[in-house]
């Protein structure tokens, strides 16, 4: 396991903005059953949107905090005129026929989405904050191991409970993600999902309730279903979920070194060849993947993962990374086997969880290519997202080099640019906004955008196809939906269902709905 002092985030609490708010409703409503029904009964929390946001938002984008008055502890926060905490799909039923139907509706699940959408959402919207759904159902249908989840499970609770049972899952690493927005933003596994697809390749079946508060038990049988698994709460509100689960004998091992490094050059010498190393190794070989990061705090990170399916020797098999990281004279500063699942699965929970901010501001970006990088492609990611990301400005920041295609890219294709990439490089822009000024904040936000602007010109090179390492509130450089939904044969499909379950938009507050609506 990585040493907790050496900081690797992916994303950070958000702690410390108190603004007067409107106040938090909780559940326990199932009567409403008419539109404009005004006998629901809520209990009021004594809890105003400031304080919910500070606790349920893990970031904040950092392009809502470029404003000389936007520092830290003010600005960003929930903008609704209510917040429900329903316990049940009836509650939640009720909750939206219970307002008028031109009430646009808003769901949060972990509260970890890159331009906090749905957690400001607008002061006509209805919130309702799905935390309370935390049911975890194990059992058995046509031979398959499954297991229903609420929408209000993070993946640690996931992780905890399918350890238990001896299965596995294309899990993501951050311990409070909510598990349904990951599913149904098309979320992925650098560790698991060559072996195991995406998550939602997994998905079985769905409640959900509808723009009209209908609920309805969803199968890939249904349109709708498969039009979720990309475009999620901009279609309807996902009670649970049920995922097929693998064993967690799918999983032979994993191998981790950390390095240190002192200055850029270094870390973009050792990202070019480890990319090639990846290229020539991993890419071709199902059995096995690799993720490299490199970290604002001057550490390279090389995780390889073994699958059921590799013959040879781990540890013989990473030992051309120590050599490359020893012909630089780049001190090891870690090393660790894992040989479960779980251990891999949980490995930077003490990490992610040591970071704080006042508030954190986070940007995500990806780029990719559905082959092997070519050369020209190593090259730019080595040279200028290694080389010119600002990670020295921001030194949260991470770069993460991951191979990916496996079953991820052979599975039943999803609305998901994730599932069409065989390798994915993120840059997570991470820094707490406490520590910079109104001219530092920008500094940080147009040196990414500089290094995204640039990656879009690289022939082969796609960029921001990801529903969860994506930032779509950026102005005027955000995504195409074929490319976040994976072809324009699924945005199309994905546009065509919206119109028909949703044709007032209630559900408005996806970050992608822009897309479709």
């Not at 998905?203 to 999620?232: H, Q, S």
Request: net charge neutral.
């Amino acid at each position: 396991m990585i040493d907790p002092e050496t900081p690797l985030s992916r994303r950070t609490t958000l702690k410390g903005i108190a603004i007067g708010g409107m106040g938090l409703l909780a559940g326990g409503t199932t009567a409403a059953s008419a539109r404009g029904a005004s006998d629901v009964q809520l209990q009021t929390v004594m809890k105003s949107n400031d304080e919910w946001f500070a606790q349920r938002a893990w970031s904040v984008s950092a392009n809502k905090v470029l404003t000389p008055q936007a520092g830290p502890g003010l600005s960003v926060t929930c903008l609704a005129k209510s917040i429900h905490c329903p316990q049940s799909a009836a509650d939640i039923a009720a909750i939206i026929r219970s307002v008028p139907a031109s009430t646009p509706i808003a769901c949060v699940c972990g509260g970890h989405e890159s331009s906090n959408a749905a957690l400001v959402a607008d002061g006509n919207a209805v919130v309702l904050d799905l935390i309370g759904l935390k049911s975890i159902d194990f059992h058995r249908a046509d031979g398959e191991r499954l297991v229903t989840i609420g929408s209000g499970v993070v993946f640690r609770e996931l992780v905890e409970a399918v350890s238990a049972q001896g299965g596995a899952l294309p899990v993501g690493t951050g311990p409070g993600v909510g598990v349904a927005g990951y599913v149904t933003n098309g979320g992925l596994s650098s560790y698991f999902s060559r072996r195991l697809g995406l998550l939602g390749q997994r998905a079985m079946k769905m409640t959900v309730v509808t723009a009209a508060g209908e609920v309805r038990t969803i199968t890939p049988a249904d349109d709708l279903f498969n039009a979720m698994l990309g475009a999620g709460s901009a279609l309807a509100v996902v009670v649970d979920i049920t995922l097929r689960l693998a064993d967690a004998s799918v999983i032979k091992g994993a191998e981790q070194r950390v390095f240190g490094f002192e200055n850029r050059e270094q870390a973009v010498r050792f990202a070019r060849e480890s990319m090639r190393f990846m290229r020539e190794r991993i890419i071709p070989n199902e059995s096995v993947s690799l993720e490299i990061v490199v970290t604002g705090t001057k550490a390279i990170v090389a995780t390889t993962v073994f699958y059921d399916t590799f013959n040879g020797d781990p540890a013989a098999f990473v030992k051309p990374l120590e050599e490359l990281a020893a012909s630089m004279k780049l001190p090891e500063l870690a090393r660790a086997h894992w040989s479960s699942w779980y251990e891999a699965a949980a490995a930077l929970w003490p990490v992610i969880a040591g970071q704080k901010g006042n508030p954190l501001a986070t940007l995500y970006h990806c780029a990719g290519t559905t082959g092997a990088p070519s050369d020209g492609v190593i090259d730019f990611v080595s040279d200028t997202i290694v080389g010119k990301a600002p990670l020295d400005e921001a030194p949260l920041s991470i770069v993460e080099i991951r191979s990916l295609g496996g079953a991820a890219q052979s599975g039943t294709p999803v609305p998901s640019g994730n599932c069409r990439h065989a390798f994915f490089v993120d840059l997570v822009t991470l820094y707490d906004t406490q520590s910079k000024d109104a001219e530092g904040r920008r500094a940080i936000v147009d040196r990414t955008n500089a290094v995204v602007d640039q990656a879009r010109k690289v022939p082969g090179l796609g960029v921001d196809f990801s529903g969860t390492h994506s930032q779509p509130d950026d102005v005027g450089r955000s995504a195409k939906a074929s490319d976040i939904l994976g072809s324009a044969e699924m945005a199309t499909m994905v546009q065509a269902i919206k119109h028909r379950v949703d044709p007032d938009n209630r559900f408005r507050f996806h970050p992608f709905a822009k897309f479709i609506a």
